[in-house]
């Protein structure tokens, strides 16, 4: 079952904050962030792992609440290049290293 | 590091004929090959798991048959759709992981497919 992304869609300006939300309703195993630009692949942000959190990538956060099986995604001081979609993929452990995708996130970023 | 790539980037192709795309991994050895297609401003959909020497394995719905995955080495898989119509019009996008524990997919840049 796919796992749920909000908001669907957010606007900023230039210098703002923004959370991203991925839920699911199984038990994960890890958490991955991608970022897709229009018209090409999707570009690896991080991966948060059960039992840990891990940072990474310009301003761009994450933590993983294991028991809500929930991970969120903290744009900070958005930058103009922070514009693009947005995907969790989550994994759980019986899956090996398959992932299944969120809806997205459509992130712009305004000056 | 951690470079995938794919040929070809662009298709056009008439229905009835088959299309083949290479997806690489060009520094590292990728244990697993996963394939996906993604249509317009939707997200992406596992077509089919592939890792080097065994039979793929695909998701529900999706035709193994049309769909023909060879994962022949640790750093190609290729992708064949045979008989293409018009509704297999879409963006291919492989990714490749190592098994380094960490599980992180790396992707290429994908091919668009257009059958007319």
């Known amino acids: 079952q796919q796992p749920v992304q909000s908001p669907q869609a957010v606007i900023l300006r230039e210098g703002e904050d923004a959370v991203i939300n991925c839920s699911s309703s199984?038990?994960?195993?890890?958490v991955h962030w991608y970022r897709q630009k229009h018209g090409e692949a999707p570009v690896f942000l991080m991966i948060?792992?059960?039992?840990?959190e891990q940072k990474g990538h310009e301003k761009i956060s994450a933590s993983f609440n294991e028991k809500k099986q929930q991970s969120s995604l903290y744009l900070t001081a958005s930058q103009l290049s922070y514009s693009g979609t947005y995907f969790c993929?989550?994994?759980?452990?019986?899956?090996?290293?398959?992932?299944?995708f969120g809806g997205g996130t459509r992130v712009l970023v305004k000056p | 590091g951690a470079v995938v790539s794919q040929h070809p980037s662009w298709v056009i192709c008439k229905s009835g004929t088959s299309v083949k795309i290479e997806c690489r991994s060009l520094?590292?050895?990728?244990?697993?090959m996963f394939w996906y297609r993604q249509f317009p401003k939707q997200s992406l959909m596992l077509m089919a798991t592939?890792?080097?020497?065994?039979?793929?394995?695909?998701e529900q719905g999706v035709e193994k048959d049309k769909f023909l995955i060879n994962h022949a080495s640790l750093t190609l898989s290729t992708l064949t759709v045979t008989s293409a119509h018009p509704e297999d019009s879409s963006f291919y996008i492989c990714?490749?992981?190592?098994?380094?524990?960490?599980?992180?997919?790396?992707f290429g840049p994908g091919t668009r497919l257009l059958v007319l």
């Open positions: 990714s490749a992981s190592t098994r380094t524990g960490r599980e992180t997919q790396y």
């Open positions: 199984k038990a994960l195993y890890s």
């Open positions: 948060l792992l059960k039992g840990g």
């Open positions: 993929g989550t994994a759980i452990k019986a899956a090996g290293n398959k992932l299944t």
């Open positions: 520094d590292f050895q990728a244990t697993t």
């Open positions: 592939s890792n080097e020497g065994s039979k793929a394995t695909y």
